[in-house]
């Protein structure tokens, strides 16, 4: 996961690879308690995983930064539920 990095807007996180970007877009219901709203990986960039990173570097950021989250988006609730190691963020 350590592969990508995350520029934070304020609404949304991003990465670049292969000069395409990686998004999650997201909004606040509390202080510590994300929603996660959309994450969206360009279709070219499509089956190589980019989306279970991307939503694991969000989980990194959640631990470290101390904040739960809340899947609204479709895959963002599927990967979590996949992954049972990332229940500790899971609001």
Request: with cysteine; net charge neutral.
């Amino acid at each position: 996961m350590n592969d990508l990095t995350l520029k934070d807007d304020g609404h949304q996180l991003s990465t670049t690879v292969d000069g395409r970007e990686l998004v999650i877009r997201y909004g606040w219901t509390k202080d510590d308690v994300m929603r996660v709203d959309f994450v969206g990986v360009p279709s070219e960039l499509g089956g190589r995983g980019l989306g279970t990173k991307l939503v694991g570097k969000l989980v990194e950021k959640a631990r470290a930064e101390h904040f739960k989250l809340i899947p609204v988006c479709g895959f963002a609730r599927v990967q979590l539920q996949r992954h049972p190691e990332w229940q500790d963020v899971v609001a």
